[in-house]
Every structure is written in C-alpha cells, then in structure tokens.
C-alpha cells in the first residue's frame, strides 16, 4: 500500500490537534470535579485526623 495516500492534510491535522486538546481540557475538568467532590463528601474532618 502506498503511504502517501495514507497522510493527513493540514487540515485534519489542525481538527486532530484542537480535538485532542478539548479532549485534554475535558478530562482535567472532570478530575478537578472527582476531587473537589470527594472532598466535600468526606468533609473538613479528613484533614484533622491522626496520621
């Protein structure tokens, strides 16, 4: 097979990247979310227990 009929234009290259960073961005909000939420549901008493 011909690899040169197999690479991407600029274009998809460019809708690749900027889809690959709203991925990103998406999954840092979401972990943000889980651990702010766990937080809160554990509540303040988390950070006053004995190590």
């Known amino acids: 097979?011909?690899?040169d009929l197999l690479k991407p234009t600029e274009?998809?290259?460019k809708a690749?990247?900027?889809r690959n960073i709203a991925?990103?961005?998406a999954l840092?909000?979401?972990v943000v979310l889980v651990y702010?939420?766990?937080l809160?549901?554990?509540g303040p008493g988390l950070?006053?227990?004995a190590m």
């Open 11 to 13: 274009a998809q290259l």
């Open 23 to 25: 991925l990103a961005i």
């Open 40 to 42: 809160a549901k554990l």
């Open 47 to 49: 950070f006053e227990r």
């Open 1 to 3: 097979m011909d690899k």
């Open 28 to 30: 840092a909000v979401f």
């Open 16 to 18: 690749r990247r900027k």
């Open 36 to 38: 702010v939420g766990s």
